[in-house]
């Protein structure tokens, strides 16, 4: 049962621009709990992307950015490649839930 | 580098009790968080449940009486009981490492189906 909400898809051709979108409530996103991405490729665990609403560990491409503003954040993926094609989630922490809350997941196509 | 490997049955019948272990490699238990997260076939990502070495727990309020987080800070490892599973509870078990907040250390995750 996702509380944040993430465009099922979004595509891109290489080298364009594509954004994510999650949207929360001011349990989580909202109460100025940190948002978290992760990038999934297929048959693989996710792995950590941005952390702390706009923070890369460290080899993580600089094409990924994130944002965060009110109930909602963004990840956003410049100069789109090929290995970008992967699931793509957030992650927050609900006061209500007393627990982290994942996205529902959004899938990356490069055209 | 820290490294965390899951293990247990790929097969729990329906009503059973599923048991997983992760033993955590690279870091001690006693630092950090540490999680059960699961993902259904085709499905996106839920977290289960966290434990810190002291024994203190934090369960997802949807399957908080079924389950049980424990760990053994002498075997460095972390254990996962779900019990009365169902079809519903098939996924891929995952588990990893909190620090701030978000999950920096996966386990690979191992595929448990539950089926008669």
């Known amino acids: 049962q996702s509380v944040l909400t993430q465009p099922p898809s979004v595509s891109g051709a290489p080298g364009q621009r594509v954004t994510i979108s999650c949207t929360g409530s001011?349990?989580?996103?909202?109460?100025?709990?940190?948002v978290n991405w992760y990038q999934q490729l297929p048959g693989t665990a996710p792995k950590l992307l941005i952390y702390?609403?706009?923070n890369r560990p460290s080899g993580v491409p600089d094409r990924f950015s994130g944002s965060k503003s009110g109930s909602s954040a963004s990840l956003a993926i410049t100069g789109l490649q090929a290995e970008d094609e992967a699931d793509y989630y957030c992650?927050?922490?609900?006061?209500?839930?007393?627990?982290?809350?994942f996205g529902t997941g959004t899938r990356v196509t490069v055209l | 580098q820290v490294q965390l490997q899951e293990s247990g049955p790929g097969l729990v019948k329906p009503s059973e009790t599923l048991s997983l272990t992760c033993i955590v490699s690279?870091?001690?238990?006693?630092?950090?968080?540490w999680n059960w997260i699961r993902q259904p076939p085709g499905k996106g990502l839920e977290w289960i449940g966290d434990?810190?070495?002291?024994?203190?727990?934090n369960y997802n309020p949807s399957l908080k009486s079924r389950v049980t987080v424990s760990v053994d800070t002498s075997k460095n490892q972390l254990s996962l009981k779900l019990t009365s599973v169902t079809a519903a509870d098939t996924a891929v078990y995952y588990c990893?490492?909190?620090?701030?907040?978000?999950?920096?250390?996966w386990g690979q995750g191992t595929l448990v189906t539950v089926s008669s």
């Open positions: 990893a490492r909190v620090k701030m907040g978000a999950v920096d250390y």
């Open positions: 690279g870091d001690s238990i006693t630092s950090y968080y």
């Open positions: 434990i810190y070495y002291s024994g203190s727990t």
């Open positions: 001011s349990s989580n996103i909202g109460a100025a709990y940190d």
């Open positions: 702390g609403n706009t």
């Open positions: 992650q927050s922490y609900d006061s209500s839930l007393s627990g982290y809350v």
